[in-house]
């Protein structure tokens, strides 16, 4: 059985370039989460769905993160221009609605240049 | 801002020993969960404790709760290789806020 899956896993890019960073839900979940994680500031939440409807993106640090569901099982995080200081681990996670327990994906590691 | 404080921030020990972590929040909650989180890899959910409980256990795990002084703890017995990795605990309903982190080092 899959678990959260999130692509790329890497990624270098330069200051000022867009970052498109992805992510597929668990079969069946129907919330799904973002976060941060850095070594100054930790885990963060930055937004978070329930049946694709954003419910709290007071997390999202300015207006050059956004972030979307297309469909139930998809999302997408983008940062637009990226600059340095975005560089971090970011993650997603998934559940029930209704549920305490998230499950994380691996991570993408990003690098602003 | 972090709700959860954790310490130790660190922890070395050897395999076959005790490792206790410690989790102090600031606000009321409802439950509070604890997560573990290799090196390079997502967080992964060990256990929830409720507010109306005290104590949970699950296999090695055991978590305390104490919410007159806002404060949970985490105590692996018999530790191995295996649980060297970084323990976070984390309180909220789906808006989770999690703590600072205890990095658990098992030497063999």
């Known amino acids: 059985d899959a678990g959260v899956i999130q692509s790329p896993r890497h990624e270098v890019t330069e200051m000022g370039q867009e970052v498109t960073l992805r992510c597929k839900l668990i079969?069946?979940?129907?919330?799904l989460f973002w976060y941060r994680q850095t070594m100054m500031r930790g885990l963060e939440l930055l937004i978070y769905?329930?049946?694709?409807?954003?419910?709290?993106d007071s997390g999202m640090p300015e207006d050059r993160f956004s972030a979307k569901m297309p469909n139930a099982s998809f999302s997408t995080l983008k940062i637009q221009p990226s600059e340095p200081r975005d560089s971090a681990v970011y993650f997603c996670?998934?559940?029930?609605?209704?549920?305490?327990?998230?499950?994380f994906g691996p991570g993408t590691r990003l690098l602003v240049l | 801002s972090q709700q959860g404080e954790e310490d130790p921030q660190a922890l070395s020990i050897q395999e076959g020993e005790n490792a206790t972590m410690n989790c102090s929040y600031k606000?009321?909650?409802?439950?509070l969960q604890w997560y573990r989180q290799n090196s390079g890899r997502g967080l992964v959910h060990l256990i929830l404790?409720?507010?109306?409980?005290r104590e949970k256990h699950s296999g090695r795990l055991r978590v305390t709760l104490d919410t007159s002084k806002k404060s949970s703890s985490l105590l692996i017995t018999a530790s191995r290789a295996a649980d060297t990795a970084s323990y976070f605990c984390?309180?909220?309903?789906?808006?989770?806020?999690f703590g600072t982190g205890t990095r658990l080092l098992v030497s063999p």
């Open positions: 769905f329930n049946n694709n409807v954003p419910i709290d």
């Open positions: 606000t009321s909650i409802n439950n």
């Open positions: 404790i409720r507010s109306n409980e």
């Open positions: 996670a998934s559940s029930f609605q209704g549920h305490e327990t998230q499950y």
């Open positions: 984390a309180t909220g309903f789906q808006k989770l806020v």
């Open positions: 079969s069946g979940h129907n919330s």
